[in-house]
């Protein structure tokens, strides 16, 4: 059964470096017909794509978003992750890790975690 | 890239059905679409793909009372026999060139 789980730090300060990881059980990131992605959603707010991620490397971004995020991901480990730089409060958001079938949306979910940009 | 319209918010009384609208963009008729329940505090979960030809594709465990249909740009989710743990934001989302939207989201309210 696949499990998605979001780890990483709850707060960060403004302006520094923001990372998350998704740790994968129950299927493979190398497998093909899935891509990996990030979801974040400020309080009170709707949810915005960030990313996804592709066996074969590629990754996409949102536009409003690409030149402050970087998502990788490390097969050996089999979790894949997420860099923000230079947040600001307004990155304070519950973020999800999430697993799609292409070509299609996403189909699965991981349980979130709320970071918090404050000093 | 396409943009998705939802409602704010719909409200149906226990036990009786309600109908949500995701309206696509124009020049995006033809798009697909998912649909997600984030009950209160909780990840989202999928429900179904949704095609515009109406057909659709619940995920493991989606309840029968959930159903979805299509009308040119328009992409519904119906509720059937309302239930308390209904009452969630229900999101649509679609892609294009293997980048994502998701809608402004409907808060539905269960009477």
């Known amino acids: 059964q696949l499990q998605l789980r979001e780890s990483g730090p709850g707060l960060v300060k403004p302006l520094e470096t923001l990372s998350l990881t998704c740790i994968v059980s129950g299927d493979s990131i190398s497998n093909s017909n899935y891509y990996w992605g990030w979801v974040r959603q400020p309080p009170g707010k709707r949810l915005e794509w960030i990313g996804s991620i592709y066996a074969s490397g590629s990754v996409f971004y949102n536009p409003s978003l690409q030149s402050r995020v970087t998502i990788s991901g490390d097969t050996s480990k089999n979790h894949f992750s997420l860099t923000v730089i230079s947040v600001t409060a307004a990155d304070t958001a519950v973020f999800f890790c999430?697993?799609?079938?292409?070509?299609?949306?996403?189909?699965?979910w991981g349980q979130g975690t709320l970071v918090i940009v404050s000093s | 890239q396409p943009v998705l319209t939802q409602s704010s918010s719909a409200s149906a009384s226990l036990g009786s059905s309600v109908k949500l609208t995701c309206t696509l963009s124009?020049?995006?008729?033809?798009?697909?679409i998912a649909w997600h329940q984030q009950q209160p505090g909780k990840a989202p979960r999928y429900l179904m793909k949704l095609e515009g030809s109406g057909n659709f594709n619940k995920g493991s465990g989606v309840p029968d009372r959930f159903s979805g249909s299509s009308s040119g740009a328009d992409r519904y989710l119906t509720i059937s026999n309302l239930q308390s743990e209904d009452e969630a934001d229900y999101y649509c989302?679609?892609?294009?060139?293997?980048?994502?939207?998701f809608g402004t989201g409907t808060k539905v309210t269960v009477l």
């Open positions: 124009s020049g995006h008729r033809s798009y697909i």
């Open positions: 989302e679609t892609w294009d060139s293997n980048t994502h939207v």
């Open positions: 999430a697993r799609g079938v292409k070509p299609h949306g996403i189909q699965n």
